[in-house]
Every structure is written in structure tokens, then in C-alpha cells.
């Protein structure tokens, strides 16, 4: 991997923790810029799609990251950040890449971080299901509602794991992107374990982005779906054939 394709990795990473932090956003689109400098100064300026995509991605960051001191934007602050993500996805695709497999230490990272997003998945969707099935019996039958856990504890525990699984995912997204173009020339392709991952990352996101605006029903059915996509890439998918280089769903 390159000087240029792991800063933008880095990038990605810290607008993963951007979602939740304000200094992520900060962080990550300073990051972004820098990369994009240093090829304007290696190649030229604005001569590559990656650099384009890179200072977009860059400047929404950094708008994004003003926007957390207004709580009422968190919707536009997170659609922001949302983009800046897709943009250094995009850039990662354009950057140079060496051939080969992924090294033994990035391909440990690569499903560590889709390890870590399973485990904290597990207890996300499993806390927003209990918030959806309580919010039910407070609307239906209250005297239910007396022995289950309180609403507002599964909520906090729904929205920190699902943040984390998201983050986690992101990473793990990412690296097996970047790395899948300087593996096979592109980096997604109609493959059953790419798509259905693709996917779930893309439930998550709008389940971040839209979630206060969403009932209890909705935040579990979409937590439910993106973890079902997730399972069927490690448990599915390699039934189905994939370029994957390994037996793995990561």
C-alpha cells in the first residue's frame, strides 16, 4: 500500500469516528486534504480523479465538523460526513495500488475490524429489537412493559454498539476495498460477499443518518436487515463462489 492510498485509509477511519466525535470530522478532513496535497504535489494539481474526490471529501468533513455545535443539523452534519465517507471510498479506487495480496499484519486488521463490528452488531440489533418490543407493550399492555429492561437504557445501548459495529464495518470496508484493486483491478464487483457486505455498510448508514427521525419498528428492522446482509456474506456467500482469497466472509 502506498504512502498516499494509507493516509487515505486513515482518513476514512477517523470520518467513521467523525459520526460520533467532533474532532474525527476535524481530523479526518485535515487528512483528507493532505493527501490530496501531496499528490498535486507528486503529480500535478486536480490531474486525477482521486485528488477531485479527495478535497471534496475533505471540505464536507471540515463543514461537518462546524455543524456539531448545532445540535438541530445533526441530520445534515451526519449526511456531510456520510458523503465525505463515499468520497474517500472513491478515492482509495483511483489512488495506486501495489498487486499482490493483502500483507499478513493489514489482512489481520481487515478482519479484526469486521470481527469487532460482528460482536458489537450482536448486541445492537439485539438491544433494538427489545426497544422496538418495549415501546410496544408502554403503547399496548404497560403492565408488560413493568418487567422488561427500561426503554432509554436499551436505546443508549442500541445507538453505542451500532455506532461502533458501524465504524468497524467502514474499516473493514474499506481496507478490503483498497486492497481488492491492486488484487484483482477493481475494487467491487459483482461478487455475493462484496454486495451483501456493500449493502448492510449501506442499511447502517441510513439507520445513522436518519435514526432520530425514525420509529422504534424502523431503527430494528433496518439494524435486523443489515446484520442478516453481514451474516449471509461470512455464513452464505462462500457457498455461492467468490473471488474472495480466502474461505472467510470478511
Not at 468533513?61 to 449526511?79: K, S
Not at 465517507?85 to 478515492?91: N, Q
Not at 432509554?152 to 454498539?161: N, V
Not at 442499511?203 to 439494524?223: D, I, P, Q, S, T
Amino acid at each position: 500500500m502506498t504512502l498516499l492510498s494509507l493516509l487515505a485509509f486513515l482518513g476514512l477511519g477517523l470520518l467513521g469516528l467523525g459520526l460520533f466525535w467532533p474532532w474525527g470530522a476535524w481530523l479526518g478532513g485535515a487528512v483528507y486534504l493532505l493527501t490530496a496535497l501531496l499528490e498535486a504535489l507528486a503529480k500535478g494539481p486536480l490531474t486525477s480523479p482521486a485528488q477531485l474526490a479527495l478535497l471534496l471529501g475533505g471540505l464536507l468533513a471540515l463543514r461537518a465538523g462546524t455543524l456539531f455545535l448545532r445540535p438541530r443539523l445533526a441530520l445534515l452534519r451526519r449526511y456531510l460526513l456520510l458523503l465525505a465517507l463515499l468520497l474517500g471510498l472513491f478515492a482509495l479506487r483511483a489512488l495506486p495500488h501495489p498487486g499482490g495480496p493483502l500483507p499478513l499484519g493489514l489482512t489481520l486488521f481487515h478482519a479484526g475490524a469486521f470481527l469487532v463490528g460482528y460482536l458489537a452488531l450482536a448486541v445492537g440489533v439485539g438491544a433494538g429489537v427489545l426497544c422496538a418490543l418495549q415501546d410496544r407493550y408502554l403503547r399496548t399492555a404497560p403492565e408488560k412493559a413493568l418487567s422488561a429492561p427500561p426503554l432509554w437504557s436499551l436505546r443508549r445501548l442500541e445507538r453505542a454498539y451500532a455506532r461502533v459495529g458501524f465504524l468497524a464495518v467502514t474499516l473493514g470496508l474499506g481496507s478490503g476495498m483498497a486492497w481488492a484493486f491492486g488484487y484483482f483491478g477493481t475494487p467491487l464487483s459483482l461478487d455475493p460477499k462484496e454486495l451483501s457486505v456493500l449493502f448492510g455498510w449501506a442499511l447502517l448508514a441510513l439507520y445513522l443518518a436518519l435514526e432520530e427521525g425514525l420509529g422504534e419498528r424502523v431503527r430494528a428492522w433496518l439494524l435486523l436487515l443489515a446484520y442478516a446482509a453481514l451474516l449471509f456474506a461470512f455464513l452464505g456467500a462462500p457457498f455461492l463462489g467468490s473471488r474472495h482469497p480466502s474461505g472467510l466472509g470478511f
